[in-house]
Protein backbone atom coordinates (compact mmCIF):
# COMPACT_ATOMS: atom_id res chain seq x y z
CA UNK A 1 0.00 0.00 0.00
CA UNK A 2 2.62 2.37 0.75
CA UNK A 3 4.48 1.28 -1.96
CA UNK A 4 1.91 3.57 -4.27
CA UNK A 5 2.50 6.40 -1.92
CA UNK A 6 5.37 8.88 -2.68
CA UNK A 7 5.02 10.09 0.85
CA UNK A 8 3.13 9.04 3.68
CA UNK A 9 3.30 10.64 7.04
CA UNK A 10 1.79 9.63 10.40
CA UNK A 11 0.99 12.10 13.29
CA UNK A 12 4.30 14.10 12.36
CA UNK A 13 4.94 16.39 15.15
CA UNK A 14 7.76 19.23 15.46
CA UNK A 15 8.05 21.82 18.26
CA UNK A 16 10.04 24.91 18.86
CA UNK A 17 10.05 25.75 22.54
CA UNK A 18 6.70 26.16 23.44
CA UNK A 19 5.47 26.45 19.71
CA UNK A 20 4.23 23.22 18.25
CA UNK A 21 5.27 24.21 14.42
CA UNK A 22 3.87 21.24 13.31
CA UNK A 23 0.98 19.80 15.35
CA UNK A 24 0.19 15.90 14.65
CA UNK A 25 -0.07 16.28 10.14
CA UNK A 26 -1.02 12.90 8.43
CA UNK A 27 -0.44 13.35 4.49
CA UNK A 28 -0.50 10.32 2.06
CA UNK A 29 0.75 11.38 -1.63
CA UNK A 30 0.42 8.77 -4.47
CA UNK A 31 3.24 8.98 -7.09
CA UNK A 32 3.12 11.14 -9.80
CA UNK A 33 1.17 13.65 -8.35
CA UNK A 34 1.47 17.53 -8.16
CA UNK A 35 0.48 17.97 -4.23
CA UNK A 36 -0.09 21.23 -2.55
CA UNK A 37 0.74 22.63 1.11
CA UNK A 38 -1.80 25.57 1.69
CA UNK A 39 -1.29 28.03 4.82
CA UNK A 40 -0.51 31.37 5.82
CA UNK A 41 2.92 32.29 7.05
CA UNK A 42 3.96 30.84 9.83
CA UNK A 43 1.71 27.33 9.77
CA UNK A 44 3.86 25.12 9.31
CA UNK A 45 4.62 24.44 5.93
CA UNK A 46 8.15 24.96 5.93
CA UNK A 47 8.93 22.86 8.68
CA UNK A 48 6.63 20.12 7.64
CA UNK A 49 8.61 19.66 4.45
CA UNK A 50 12.07 20.04 6.26
CA UNK A 51 10.88 16.92 8.13
CA UNK A 52 10.19 14.47 5.19
CA UNK A 53 13.48 16.21 3.31
CA UNK A 54 15.08 14.68 6.32
CA UNK A 55 16.67 18.32 7.26
CA UNK A 56 14.89 18.20 10.26
CA UNK A 57 13.91 15.30 12.90
CA UNK A 58 10.25 14.96 13.69
CA UNK A 59 9.63 15.37 17.54
CA UNK A 60 6.87 12.44 17.19
CA UNK A 61 5.15 10.95 14.48
CA UNK A 62 6.07 8.84 11.41
CA UNK A 63 7.03 9.14 7.43
CA UNK A 64 8.16 7.84 4.60
CA UNK A 65 9.02 9.07 1.12
CA UNK A 66 9.38 6.69 -1.88
CA UNK A 67 9.28 3.62 0.91
CA UNK A 68 12.02 4.82 3.14
CA UNK A 69 12.09 5.98 6.95
CA UNK A 70 13.06 9.58 6.84
CA UNK A 71 13.96 9.18 10.74
CA UNK A 72 15.73 5.57 10.20
CA UNK A 73 16.84 5.69 6.53
CA UNK A 74 17.84 9.54 5.32
CA UNK A 75 20.32 8.78 3.12
CA UNK A 76 17.92 6.44 1.01
CA UNK A 77 15.66 9.28 1.47
CA UNK A 78 17.86 11.76 0.17
CA UNK A 79 19.01 9.71 -3.05
CA UNK A 80 15.06 9.49 -3.74
CA UNK A 81 14.34 13.29 -3.11
CA UNK A 82 15.40 16.90 -4.08
CA UNK A 83 14.15 20.02 -2.61
CA UNK A 84 14.45 23.58 -3.40
CA UNK A 85 14.33 25.75 -0.35
CA UNK A 86 11.89 28.90 0.22
CA UNK A 87 15.11 30.74 0.16
CA UNK A 88 17.45 30.10 -3.13
CA UNK A 89 20.18 28.03 -1.88
CA UNK A 90 23.00 28.83 -4.76
CA UNK A 91 26.39 29.92 -4.32
CA UNK A 92 25.72 33.41 -4.79
CA UNK A 93 29.48 34.10 -5.93
CA UNK A 94 29.93 31.51 -8.77
CA UNK A 95 28.44 31.40 -12.07
CA UNK A 96 25.31 29.81 -12.83
CA UNK A 97 26.80 26.99 -14.55
CA UNK A 98 29.41 26.55 -12.16
CA UNK A 99 26.57 25.92 -9.23
CA UNK A 100 25.19 22.85 -11.83
CA UNK A 101 28.14 21.61 -12.15
CA UNK A 102 29.58 21.42 -8.78
CA UNK A 103 25.91 19.47 -7.80
CA UNK A 104 26.23 17.22 -11.34
CA UNK A 105 30.27 16.46 -9.77
CA UNK A 106 28.50 16.11 -5.78
CA UNK A 107 26.05 13.31 -8.08
CA UNK A 108 28.94 11.52 -9.67
CA UNK A 109 28.87 12.91 -12.97
CA UNK A 110 32.51 13.26 -14.15
CA UNK A 111 34.20 15.63 -16.35
CA UNK A 112 33.07 16.48 -19.56
CA UNK A 113 29.49 14.71 -18.10
CA UNK A 114 29.37 16.96 -15.46
CA UNK A 115 29.64 20.27 -17.73
CA UNK A 116 27.16 18.60 -20.32
CA UNK A 117 24.43 18.27 -18.09
CA UNK A 118 24.73 21.23 -16.73
CA UNK A 119 24.57 22.77 -19.90
CA UNK A 120 21.35 20.84 -20.57
CA UNK A 121 19.60 22.08 -17.91
CA UNK A 122 20.70 25.48 -18.29
CA UNK A 123 19.72 25.06 -21.77
CA UNK A 124 16.12 23.18 -20.40
CA UNK A 125 15.65 26.40 -17.87
CA UNK A 126 16.24 29.27 -20.44
CA UNK A 127 19.41 29.69 -18.50
CA UNK A 128 21.90 29.74 -21.44
CA UNK A 129 22.40 33.36 -22.09
CA UNK A 130 23.23 33.87 -18.04
CA UNK A 131 25.06 30.36 -17.61
CA UNK A 132 29.01 32.44 -16.95
CA UNK A 133 27.48 35.47 -15.18
CA UNK A 134 27.75 35.44 -11.43
CA UNK A 135 24.44 34.57 -9.44
CA UNK A 136 24.27 37.38 -7.70
CA UNK A 137 23.46 39.57 -10.60
CA UNK A 138 20.60 37.09 -11.50
CA UNK A 139 16.79 38.46 -11.55
CA UNK A 140 14.39 36.95 -8.50
CA UNK A 141 12.81 34.69 -11.18
CA UNK A 142 16.08 33.67 -13.04
CA UNK A 143 17.64 32.58 -9.14
CA UNK A 144 13.94 30.48 -8.79
CA UNK A 145 14.70 29.07 -12.12
CA UNK A 146 18.35 27.48 -11.46
CA UNK A 147 17.67 27.21 -7.59
CA UNK A 148 14.96 24.54 -9.43
CA UNK A 149 17.30 22.82 -11.96
CA UNK A 150 19.54 22.66 -9.40
CA UNK A 151 17.24 20.07 -7.51
CA UNK A 152 16.58 18.10 -10.90
CA UNK A 153 20.66 17.02 -11.30
CA UNK A 154 19.69 13.70 -11.55
CA UNK A 155 15.36 13.03 -11.56
CA UNK A 156 14.28 12.82 -7.96
CA UNK A 157 11.50 10.27 -7.01
CA UNK A 158 9.98 13.59 -5.32
CA UNK A 159 10.29 16.90 -5.77
CA UNK A 160 9.48 19.22 -2.73
CA UNK A 161 9.10 22.77 -3.89
CA UNK A 162 8.83 25.53 -0.93
CA UNK A 163 6.89 28.54 -2.05
CA UNK A 164 8.50 27.97 -5.54
CA UNK A 165 6.91 31.63 -6.56
CA UNK A 166 6.68 33.87 -3.67
CA UNK A 167 8.11 37.30 -4.79
CA UNK A 168 7.81 36.53 -7.92
CA UNK A 169 6.22 38.84 -10.90
CA UNK A 170 3.14 37.43 -12.59
CA UNK A 171 5.28 36.44 -15.85
CA UNK A 172 7.58 34.53 -14.05
CA UNK A 173 5.60 32.70 -11.94
CA UNK A 174 3.64 31.77 -15.26
CA UNK A 175 6.73 30.58 -16.50
CA UNK A 176 8.08 28.45 -12.99
CA UNK A 177 3.99 27.01 -13.35
CA UNK A 178 4.89 25.90 -16.77
CA UNK A 179 8.17 23.96 -15.39
CA UNK A 180 6.68 22.57 -12.57
CA UNK A 181 3.90 20.77 -15.14
CA UNK A 182 6.35 20.01 -17.68
CA UNK A 183 7.81 17.78 -14.48
CA UNK A 184 4.94 16.69 -13.61
CA UNK A 185 3.92 15.05 -16.83
CA UNK A 186 7.51 13.76 -16.96
CA UNK A 187 6.43 11.46 -13.60
CA UNK A 188 8.19 13.43 -10.91
CA UNK A 189 5.90 13.46 -7.70
CA UNK A 190 6.10 17.11 -6.60
CA UNK A 191 5.05 18.03 -3.17
CA UNK A 192 5.02 21.99 -3.35
CA UNK A 193 3.60 24.46 -0.45
CA UNK A 194 2.30 28.14 -1.21
CA UNK A 195 0.63 31.02 0.73
CA UNK A 196 -1.50 31.50 -3.28
CA UNK A 197 -4.51 29.70 -2.91
CA UNK A 198 -4.57 30.72 -6.84
CA UNK A 199 -1.59 28.92 -7.33
CA UNK A 200 -2.60 25.40 -5.37
CA UNK A 201 -5.78 25.54 -7.55
CA UNK A 202 -4.01 26.01 -10.93
CA UNK A 203 -1.48 23.53 -10.24
CA UNK A 204 -2.28 20.58 -7.79
CA UNK A 205 -4.32 17.52 -8.53
CA UNK A 206 -5.12 17.40 -4.14
CA UNK A 207 -4.64 20.10 -1.71
CA UNK A 208 -3.62 19.99 1.94
CA UNK A 209 -4.48 23.03 3.86
CA UNK A 210 -3.11 23.47 7.20
CA UNK A 211 -3.13 26.43 9.80
CA UNK A 212 -0.86 26.42 12.81
CA UNK A 213 0.81 23.23 12.36
CA UNK A 214 -2.33 21.46 12.08
CA UNK A 215 -4.04 20.06 8.58
CA UNK A 216 -7.58 21.48 8.87
CA UNK A 217 -8.81 20.40 5.13
CA UNK A 218 -7.50 17.87 2.43
CA UNK A 219 -8.97 17.17 -0.97
CA UNK A 220 -8.87 18.38 -4.59
CA UNK A 221 -9.94 21.79 -5.33
CA UNK A 222 -13.65 21.12 -6.51
CA UNK A 223 -13.92 18.72 -2.75
CA UNK A 224 -12.35 21.63 -0.83
CA UNK A 225 -15.09 23.84 -2.35
CA UNK A 226 -17.73 21.50 -2.22
CA UNK A 227 -16.73 21.12 1.78
CA UNK A 228 -17.31 24.75 2.26
CA UNK A 229 -20.49 24.56 0.38
CA UNK A 230 -21.77 25.88 -2.72
CA UNK A 231 -23.65 28.52 -3.52
CA UNK A 232 -21.80 31.73 -2.22
CA UNK A 233 -22.93 34.92 -2.06
CA UNK A 234 -21.26 37.80 -3.56
CA UNK A 235 -22.59 41.59 -2.90
CA UNK A 236 -21.20 45.14 -3.36
CA UNK A 237 -22.43 47.71 -1.11
CA UNK A 238 -23.01 51.10 -3.03
CA UNK A 239 -22.97 52.73 0.40
CA UNK A 240 -19.54 52.33 2.15
CA UNK A 241 -20.64 53.76 5.13
CA UNK A 242 -23.36 51.17 5.21
CA UNK A 243 -21.13 48.26 5.04
CA UNK A 244 -21.55 46.89 8.86
CA UNK A 245 -24.66 46.77 8.52
CA UNK A 246 -25.09 45.27 5.45
CA UNK A 247 -22.86 42.43 7.09
CA UNK A 248 -25.05 42.40 10.03
CA UNK A 249 -28.23 41.67 8.30
CA UNK A 250 -26.57 38.46 6.27
CA UNK A 251 -25.06 36.97 9.30
CA UNK A 252 -28.49 37.02 10.53
CA UNK A 253 -30.05 35.64 7.46
CA UNK A 254 -27.58 33.15 6.26
CA UNK A 255 -25.96 31.57 9.50
CA UNK A 256 -22.78 32.15 7.82
CA UNK A 257 -19.73 34.87 9.08
CA UNK A 258 -19.32 37.21 6.26
CA UNK A 259 -15.86 37.94 4.67
CA UNK A 260 -14.92 41.69 4.10
CA UNK A 261 -13.11 42.34 0.65
CA UNK A 262 -10.12 43.98 1.44
CA UNK A 263 -10.89 47.36 -0.42
CA UNK A 264 -14.07 46.92 1.44
CA UNK A 265 -17.78 46.92 -0.50
CA UNK A 266 -17.40 43.90 -1.84
CA UNK A 267 -18.92 40.83 0.99
CA UNK A 268 -19.08 37.29 0.52
CA UNK A 269 -20.88 34.72 2.32
CA UNK A 270 -21.90 31.08 2.30
CA UNK A 271 -25.42 31.22 1.29
CA UNK A 272 -26.71 27.61 0.85
CA UNK A 273 -29.14 27.91 -2.17
CA UNK A 274 -30.59 30.33 -4.30
CA UNK A 275 -33.60 30.99 -2.19
CA UNK A 276 -31.89 31.63 0.82
CA UNK A 277 -29.75 34.25 -1.38
CA UNK A 278 -32.74 35.99 -2.64
CA UNK A 279 -34.30 36.52 0.97
CA UNK A 280 -31.26 38.35 1.95
CA UNK A 281 -30.51 40.40 -0.42
CA UNK A 282 -34.12 41.53 -0.35
CA UNK A 283 -33.83 41.92 3.30
CA UNK A 284 -30.80 44.34 2.53
CA UNK A 285 -33.26 46.35 0.31
CA UNK A 286 -35.97 46.37 2.74
CA UNK A 287 -32.99 47.96 5.56
CA UNK A 288 -32.23 50.35 2.57
CA UNK A 289 -29.33 49.33 2.10
CA UNK A 290 -28.30 49.52 -1.67
CA UNK A 291 -26.98 46.91 -3.28
CA UNK A 292 -24.85 47.61 -6.52
CA UNK A 293 -24.01 44.26 -7.69
CA UNK A 294 -24.51 40.51 -6.61
CA UNK A 295 -24.17 36.95 -7.73
CA UNK A 296 -24.27 33.89 -6.62
CA UNK A 297 -21.51 31.39 -7.57
CA UNK A 298 -18.90 28.78 -6.36
CA UNK A 299 -16.17 30.19 -3.47
CA UNK A 300 -12.85 30.97 -4.83
CA UNK A 301 -9.81 29.07 -2.62
CA UNK A 302 -9.81 32.56 -0.83
CA UNK A 303 -13.40 32.34 0.55
CA UNK A 304 -12.66 28.27 1.05
CA UNK A 305 -9.62 29.33 3.56
CA UNK A 306 -12.01 31.56 5.31
CA UNK A 307 -14.41 29.41 6.01
CA UNK A 308 -12.67 26.68 6.88
CA UNK A 309 -10.22 29.01 9.73
CA UNK A 310 -13.12 32.02 10.16
CA UNK A 311 -9.53 34.28 9.77
CA UNK A 312 -8.26 36.39 6.61
CA UNK A 313 -5.43 35.50 5.22
CA UNK A 314 -4.02 38.89 4.91
CA UNK A 315 -4.58 39.60 8.99
CA UNK A 316 -2.63 36.64 9.70
CA UNK A 317 0.01 37.88 7.44
CA UNK A 318 0.01 41.35 9.19
CA UNK A 319 0.54 39.72 12.64
CA UNK A 320 3.90 38.35 11.45
CA UNK B 1 10.24 24.39 -19.76
CA UNK B 2 8.46 22.50 -22.38
CA UNK B 3 6.87 18.30 -22.39
CA UNK B 4 9.75 17.70 -24.60
CA UNK B 5 12.71 18.98 -23.05
CA UNK B 6 11.28 17.53 -19.82
CA UNK B 7 11.78 14.33 -21.22
CA UNK B 8 14.99 14.54 -22.15
CA UNK B 9 16.54 16.38 -18.93
CA UNK B 10 14.44 13.93 -16.99
CA UNK B 11 15.99 10.66 -19.09
CA UNK B 12 19.35 10.54 -17.88
CA UNK B 13 20.28 7.64 -16.25
CA UNK B 14 22.08 8.19 -12.94
CA UNK B 15 25.84 7.86 -12.11
CA UNK B 16 27.36 6.16 -9.92
CA UNK B 17 27.21 7.09 -6.63
CA UNK B 18 30.93 8.62 -6.31
CA UNK B 19 33.70 8.36 -3.54
CA UNK B 20 33.62 10.85 0.00
CA UNK B 21 37.27 11.28 -1.38
CA UNK B 22 35.88 12.50 -4.84
CA UNK B 23 33.00 14.91 -2.59
CA UNK B 24 35.63 16.66 -0.90
CA UNK B 25 37.46 16.97 -3.90
CA UNK B 26 34.89 18.77 -5.55
CA UNK B 27 34.07 20.88 -2.60
CA UNK B 28 38.06 21.75 -3.06
CA UNK B 29 37.18 23.09 -6.19
CA UNK B 30 34.51 25.25 -5.41
CA UNK B 31 36.89 26.89 -2.92
CA UNK B 32 39.54 27.55 -5.71
CA UNK B 33 36.52 28.96 -7.72
CA UNK B 34 36.30 31.20 -5.01
CA UNK B 35 39.68 33.05 -5.20
CA UNK B 36 38.63 33.60 -8.59
CA UNK B 37 35.60 35.11 -8.51
CA UNK B 38 35.84 36.97 -5.57
CA UNK B 39 39.09 38.76 -6.05
CA UNK B 40 38.98 41.42 -2.97
CA UNK B 41 39.44 38.42 -0.66
CA UNK B 42 42.77 38.30 -1.95
CA UNK B 43 43.49 42.03 -0.65
CA UNK B 44 42.69 41.33 2.90
CA UNK B 45 45.42 38.34 2.46
CA UNK B 46 47.87 40.41 1.07
CA UNK B 47 47.84 43.31 2.36
CA UNK B 48 47.74 43.04 6.44
CA UNK B 49 50.76 40.79 6.68
CA UNK B 50 53.11 43.00 4.28
CA UNK B 51 51.86 46.18 6.84
CA UNK B 52 52.16 44.13 10.03
CA UNK B 53 55.62 42.77 8.74
CA UNK B 54 56.85 46.33 7.62
CA UNK B 55 55.32 48.10 10.53
CA UNK B 56 56.75 45.81 13.30
CA UNK B 57 60.25 45.62 11.64
CA UNK B 58 60.93 48.86 11.06
CA UNK B 59 58.87 50.50 13.92
CA UNK B 60 59.59 48.59 16.64
CA UNK B 61 62.23 46.46 15.06
CA UNK B 62 65.48 48.43 16.65
CA UNK B 63 63.58 49.24 20.05
CA UNK B 64 62.81 45.15 20.88
CA UNK B 65 65.88 43.69 19.36
CA UNK B 66 68.47 46.28 18.63
CA UNK B 67 68.14 46.69 14.93
CA UNK B 68 65.52 45.87 12.43
CA UNK B 69 67.82 43.21 10.80
CA UNK B 70 68.12 41.00 13.87
CA UNK B 71 64.76 41.87 14.64
CA UNK B 72 63.68 40.02 11.45
CA UNK B 73 65.24 37.01 12.15
CA UNK B 74 62.82 36.33 15.19
CA UNK B 75 60.39 38.04 13.95
CA UNK B 76 59.40 36.34 10.18
CA UNK B 77 58.48 33.17 11.89
CA UNK B 78 56.58 34.69 14.49
CA UNK B 79 54.75 36.90 12.07
CA UNK B 80 53.56 33.52 9.78
CA UNK B 81 51.78 31.81 12.71
CA UNK B 82 50.36 35.28 13.62
CA UNK B 83 49.13 35.16 9.85
CA UNK B 84 48.03 31.77 9.62
CA UNK B 85 45.96 32.02 12.81
CA UNK B 86 43.81 34.89 11.85
CA UNK B 87 43.36 33.44 8.09
CA UNK B 88 41.55 30.93 9.86
CA UNK B 89 38.54 33.00 10.88
CA UNK B 90 37.68 33.17 6.57
CA UNK B 91 36.15 29.62 6.58
CA UNK B 92 34.46 30.21 9.45
CA UNK B 93 32.42 33.55 7.72
CA UNK B 94 32.31 31.80 4.75
CA UNK B 95 31.00 28.69 6.34
CA UNK B 96 28.22 31.20 8.37
CA UNK B 97 27.12 33.00 5.17
CA UNK B 98 26.22 29.41 3.11
CA UNK B 99 24.23 28.48 6.60
CA UNK B 100 22.35 31.82 6.89
CA UNK B 101 21.92 31.90 2.90
CA UNK B 102 20.56 28.02 2.82
CA UNK B 103 23.16 27.11 0.55
CA UNK B 104 23.49 24.04 3.02
CA UNK B 105 20.41 22.73 3.80
CA UNK B 106 21.01 21.45 -0.44
CA UNK B 107 24.34 19.87 1.05
CA UNK B 108 22.53 18.57 3.42
CA UNK B 109 19.58 17.16 1.27
CA UNK B 110 22.48 15.33 -1.17
CA UNK B 111 23.33 11.71 -0.18
CA UNK B 112 27.02 12.67 0.02
CA UNK B 113 30.00 12.30 2.74
CA UNK B 114 29.04 14.76 5.42
CA UNK B 115 32.25 16.06 6.16
CA UNK B 116 33.34 16.75 2.27
CA UNK B 117 32.11 20.43 2.20
CA UNK B 118 34.34 20.92 5.39
CA UNK B 119 37.43 19.28 3.57
CA UNK B 120 36.58 21.77 0.43
CA UNK B 121 36.89 24.74 3.44
CA UNK B 122 40.01 23.37 4.49
CA UNK B 123 41.68 23.17 0.95
CA UNK B 124 40.56 27.11 0.61
CA UNK B 125 42.25 27.59 4.11
CA UNK B 126 45.30 25.73 2.73
CA UNK B 127 45.61 28.27 -0.36
CA UNK B 128 45.19 30.61 1.75
CA UNK B 129 48.11 30.14 3.98
CA UNK B 130 50.50 29.27 1.34
CA UNK B 131 49.63 32.52 -0.56
CA UNK B 132 50.20 34.86 2.36
CA UNK B 133 53.18 32.76 3.92
CA UNK B 134 54.97 33.13 0.42
CA UNK B 135 54.09 36.82 0.68
CA UNK B 136 55.71 36.61 3.92
CA UNK B 137 58.89 34.72 3.43
CA UNK B 138 59.19 36.83 0.01
CA UNK B 139 58.97 40.70 1.72
CA UNK B 140 61.33 38.67 4.45
CA UNK B 141 63.76 37.77 2.23
CA UNK B 142 64.13 40.96 0.78
CA UNK B 143 64.18 42.77 3.67
CA UNK B 144 67.23 40.61 4.87
CA UNK B 145 66.07 37.29 6.30
CA UNK B 146 67.39 34.42 6.08
CA UNK B 147 66.59 31.11 7.10
CA UNK B 148 69.51 29.47 8.68
CA UNK B 149 68.37 25.65 8.20
CA UNK B 150 67.66 26.44 4.24
CA UNK B 151 65.16 25.17 2.17
CA UNK B 152 64.53 21.56 4.00
CA UNK B 153 63.70 24.01 7.13
CA UNK B 154 61.60 26.39 5.52
CA UNK B 155 59.16 23.92 4.21
CA UNK B 156 58.92 21.75 7.28
CA UNK B 157 58.29 24.90 8.74
CA UNK B 158 55.17 25.65 6.64
CA UNK B 159 53.79 22.28 7.40
CA UNK B 160 54.00 22.93 10.81
CA UNK B 161 52.21 26.12 9.83
CA UNK B 162 49.71 24.06 7.40
CA UNK B 163 49.16 21.51 10.62
CA UNK B 164 48.28 24.46 12.49
CA UNK B 165 45.73 26.53 10.64
CA UNK B 166 44.25 22.87 10.20
CA UNK B 167 43.87 23.18 14.12
CA UNK B 168 42.76 26.42 13.97
CA UNK B 169 40.29 25.96 11.15
CA UNK B 170 38.14 23.36 13.27
CA UNK B 171 37.55 26.00 15.95
CA UNK B 172 36.40 28.57 13.29
CA UNK B 173 34.09 26.16 11.37
CA UNK B 174 32.50 25.38 14.31
CA UNK B 175 32.03 29.06 15.76
CA UNK B 176 30.30 28.76 11.69
CA UNK B 177 28.21 26.33 12.66
CA UNK B 178 26.95 28.32 15.64
CA UNK B 179 26.66 31.88 14.88
CA UNK B 180 24.49 32.66 11.52
CA UNK B 181 25.81 36.28 11.01
CA UNK B 182 29.40 36.52 9.32
CA UNK B 183 30.55 39.60 11.34
CA UNK B 184 29.46 37.62 14.74
CA UNK B 185 32.00 34.82 13.63
CA UNK B 186 34.65 37.47 12.94
CA UNK B 187 34.12 39.40 15.96
CA UNK B 188 33.81 36.20 18.29
CA UNK B 189 36.84 34.62 16.40
CA UNK B 190 39.16 37.40 17.17
CA UNK B 191 38.17 37.90 21.07
CA UNK B 192 39.30 34.18 21.48
CA UNK B 193 42.54 34.56 19.26
CA UNK B 194 43.62 37.82 20.49
CA UNK B 195 45.08 37.23 23.44
CA UNK B 196 46.76 33.64 22.36
CA UNK B 197 48.49 35.45 19.67
CA UNK B 198 49.38 38.87 21.56
CA UNK B 199 50.49 36.77 25.01
CA UNK B 200 53.07 35.21 23.09
CA UNK B 201 56.25 34.82 22.07
CA UNK B 202 55.67 36.27 18.15
CA UNK B 203 56.64 39.66 18.82
CA UNK B 204 58.74 40.08 22.24
CA UNK B 205 60.97 38.21 24.45
CA UNK B 206 58.39 36.73 27.35
CA UNK B 207 61.81 37.34 29.32
CA UNK B 208 60.02 41.09 29.97
CA UNK B 209 56.69 39.63 31.20
CA UNK B 210 55.53 39.64 34.49
CA UNK B 211 55.50 35.74 36.02
CA UNK B 212 51.82 35.52 36.20
CA UNK B 213 51.51 36.07 32.29
CA UNK B 214 54.80 34.62 31.88
CA UNK B 215 53.76 30.80 32.97
CA UNK B 216 50.79 31.64 30.52
CA UNK B 217 52.56 32.94 27.44
CA UNK B 218 55.11 29.51 28.27
CA UNK B 219 52.03 27.38 27.49
CA UNK B 220 49.70 29.25 25.18
CA UNK B 221 50.18 26.60 22.00
CA UNK B 222 50.65 30.35 19.61
CA UNK B 223 54.21 30.29 21.43
CA UNK B 224 54.78 26.34 21.15
CA UNK B 225 53.98 26.63 17.87
CA UNK B 226 56.43 29.78 17.40
CA UNK B 227 59.18 27.68 18.94
CA UNK B 228 59.23 25.34 16.59
CA UNK B 229 58.77 27.21 13.20
CA UNK B 230 61.47 29.11 14.30
CA UNK B 231 63.74 26.32 15.36
CA UNK B 232 62.61 25.03 12.13
CA UNK B 233 63.52 27.78 10.03
CA UNK B 234 66.56 29.29 12.04
CA UNK B 235 67.81 26.25 12.88
CA UNK B 236 68.11 24.16 16.31
CA UNK B 237 64.59 22.95 16.58
CA UNK B 238 64.56 19.73 18.74
CA UNK B 239 61.95 16.97 18.09
CA UNK B 240 60.00 17.54 21.32
CA UNK B 241 59.58 21.46 19.83
CA UNK B 242 57.54 19.97 17.15
CA UNK B 243 56.17 17.50 19.57
CA UNK B 244 54.83 19.74 21.91
CA UNK B 245 53.81 22.16 18.80
CA UNK B 246 51.47 19.65 17.10
CA UNK B 247 49.76 18.78 20.25
CA UNK B 248 47.15 21.63 20.46
CA UNK B 249 46.24 21.08 16.11
CA UNK B 250 45.92 17.49 17.38
CA UNK B 251 43.71 18.00 20.22
CA UNK B 252 41.59 20.46 18.36
CA UNK B 253 40.93 18.16 15.42
CA UNK B 254 40.54 14.97 17.49
CA UNK B 255 37.87 16.92 19.59
CA UNK B 256 36.16 19.57 16.90
CA UNK B 257 36.05 17.05 13.88
CA UNK B 258 33.38 15.26 15.31
CA UNK B 259 31.81 17.91 17.14
CA UNK B 260 31.46 19.44 13.63
CA UNK B 261 29.87 16.64 12.35
CA UNK B 262 27.78 16.14 15.47
CA UNK B 263 26.40 19.67 14.96
CA UNK B 264 25.71 20.06 11.06
CA UNK B 265 23.99 16.98 11.02
CA UNK B 266 21.85 17.69 14.03
CA UNK B 267 18.18 18.11 12.49
N1 LIG C 1 14.14 27.14 13.66
C1 LIG C 1 13.06 27.61 14.31
N2 LIG C 1 13.16 27.98 15.60
C2 LIG C 1 12.08 28.44 16.27
N3 LIG C 1 10.85 28.57 15.75
C3 LIG C 1 10.68 28.22 14.46
C4 LIG C 1 11.78 27.73 13.67
N4 LIG C 1 11.32 27.45 12.43
C5 LIG C 1 10.01 27.76 12.44
N5 LIG C 1 9.62 28.22 13.65
C6 LIG C 1 8.25 28.61 14.03
O1 LIG C 1 7.39 27.57 13.64
C7 LIG C 1 6.21 28.08 13.06
C8 LIG C 1 6.04 27.54 11.66
O2 LIG C 1 7.06 28.06 10.82
P1 LIG C 1 7.23 27.66 9.30
O3 LIG C 1 7.24 26.19 9.19
O4 LIG C 1 8.41 28.39 8.80
O5 LIG C 1 5.90 28.23 8.64
P2 LIG C 1 5.58 28.54 7.12
O6 LIG C 1 6.64 27.92 6.28
O7 LIG C 1 4.24 27.95 6.91
O8 LIG C 1 5.55 30.03 6.99
C9 LIG C 1 6.31 29.59 13.12
O9 LIG C 1 5.63 30.01 14.28
C10 LIG C 1 7.78 29.83 13.25
O10 LIG C 1 8.03 31.01 13.95
MG1 LIG D 1 7.90 28.78 4.95
Redesign the pocket.
Known amino acids: MSDQLAIAARGLI ?1 R ?2 E ?1 S ?2 DGIDLDVPRGMIFAIL ?12 MLATLSRPDGGSATVMGHDVISAPASVRAAIAMTG ?1 FASLDEDLTGRDNLVLLARLWGFRGHGAKKRADDLLAAFELTDAATRQVKDYSGGMRRRLDIAASLVVTPGVLFL ?2 PTTGLDPSARQSVWKMIRGLANAGVTILL ?1 T ?1 YLEEADQLAARIAV ?1 DR ?1 KKIAEGTSRELKAQVGSGFLHVHIADQGRIDDAATVLEQHLGHSVRRSAEGGALAVVAGSSAAAAKAVAALTAQGIEVSDFALGSPSLDEVFFSLTGRERAEEEQKQ | MNDASSAVLLGVARPAKPSGFSNALVFGWRAALKFRYVPEQMFDLVMTPIMFTLLFTFVFGGALAGSPAQYLQVFIPGILVQTVSFNAVYSGMGLSADLSKGLFDRFRSLPIWPLSPFAGLMVGDVLRHLIAGAIILSIGLALGYRPGAGLFGVVAAFLMLLAMGFGMGWIFIVLGLLIRTPMTVMTAGFAFLFPLVFASNIMVDPATMPDWLRAFVNVNPVTLMTTAVRGLMNGGATSADVLMALIAPALLTAVMAPLTLWLYLRR
Not at chain 1, 39 to 50: E, H, I, Q, V, Y
Open positions: KFGVAVGPNGAGKTTLMRQDETQIG
